[in-house]
């Protein structure tokens, strides 16, 4: 692993510009509407004139979602009633167009992207997917790590570089998804360390489990999370390893890859939050270029957007996964910057508001 590169990743992201932001709220009272008649719309639009360095921000279209895809060996407490073959046939069922999130990437034009960053079976090529696993799956993060620190940082500059290379290809906003059996119990433990949280206060039910599983699933993250706790000096890329996913380092990585190229992330939920906020511990700066598409029903979100002050945009009680309430949100991202750019302004059409001298 070249930590150099890391270094640089981390190094290059750079807080909002207050001043493009500045002159984007300028730019909303001067619009044909009452001054904050849209509400977040317009909120929505200065952070994305401070991503873009530009009082009037570029269209934020068009999108790219990319799904990764990671197998854990934390299935081996039972803390899921679904077998882990279920990740691979779910990632063929992405490349073959048959998944929620192909129909709701569809209706809101967004390209869409599958990783394969450590699903436990090997994987036949597709046009779809980047298939470029670091390992397959992980181990029981409950009795040990679930990957090396080496992993954990291959996975967290992979997901970097998948987000340069959407953002050369064209993309001009970002969207996190990911699939994952057993994520859920992975995601809850990086989030419950991170925010210092009782797991029983924010671990959820994930796919459905059923009372029992889910007091299995909460004795595992706390015995995961205490068996970290006696490690020395320990960094977020040593939970990522300790306790994390293949494919939420690699979000990690992927919102911090967005963050320095100056694109918007919109962030999913539970998994792709673990992800987001393992980013903002490593560069606090990369919060500002984050949008929170939903609020997962996994009560652990609820604590990720908390801890870096995100506000959802849209809340439908999903608990799906794959990108689904970020792709849900985007039409409320691509609306607020088309608003800035193609608004006519009160000047133009020669208005005089009733508040200003006739």
């Not at 691509?334 to 302004?345: G, H, L, T, W």
């Amino acid at each position: 692993m070249d930590l150099t590169a890391f270094t640089d990743l981390l190094a290059g992201i750079e807080p909002l510009d207050a001043e493009a932001m500045a002159a984007a709220e300028t730019h909303h009272r001067g619009l044909t509407k009452p001054p904050g008649s849209l509400g977040r719309l317009e909120h929505l639009g200065s952070q994305l004139a401070g991503i873009s360095r530009s009082g009037v921000p570029p269209l934020a279209e068009p999108a790219a979602l990319a799904v990764f895809a990671g197998d854990h060996g934390v299935l081996a407490e039972g803390v899921t009633g679904w077998p882990q073959e279920v990740t691979a046939q779910m990632v063929a069922n992405f490349c073959g167009g048959g998944a929620a999130i192909n129909a709701i990437a569809k209706a809101n034009d967004i390209a869409l992207t599958v990783v394969n960053a450590g699903v436990a079976s090997d994987l036949p090529d597709h046009p779809m997917l980047i298939n470029m696993p670091l390992r397959q799956g992980t181990a029981n993060l409950r009795v040990e790590a679930a990957m090396t620190r080496d992993d954990a940082l291959d996975a967290v500059m992979m997901g970097a570089s998948v987000a340069r290379q959407l953002i050369e290809d064209g993309a001009r906003c970002l969207l996190t998804g990911e699939m994952g059996i057993g994520n859920t119990t992975s995601s809850t433990a990086i989030i419950a360390a991170i925010t210092n949280t009782d797991a029983a206060a924010i671990t959820g039910r994930g796919s459905g489990i059923d009372d029992e599983t889910l007091a299995r699933k909460v004795g595992v993250v706390n015995e995961a999370i205490a068996r970290v706790s006696h490690l020395q000096n320990v960094t977020v890329i040593d939970l990522l390893a300790e306790i994390g996913g293949l494919e939420i380092a690699a979000l990690c990585g992927f919102c911090l890859g967005g963050a320095v190229a100056r694109v918007p992330v919109i962030v999913d939920g539970v998994i792709t939050l673990a992800g987001a906020l393992a980013a903002a511990v490593l560069a606090p700066d990369a919060v500002g270029y984050f949008i929170a598409g939903h609020r997962s029903v996994e009560p652990a979100a609820s604590a990720a957007l908390h801890r870096m002050g995100l506000e959802p945009l849209v809340d439908l009680d999903l608990r799906l996964g794959e990108g689904s309430g970020a792709a849900l949100a985007y039409p409320l991202v691509r609306a607020a910057a088309r608003v800035m750019v193609e608004m006519a302004s009160i000047e133009s059409l020669g208005i005089r508001r009733a508040d200003t001298d006739s």
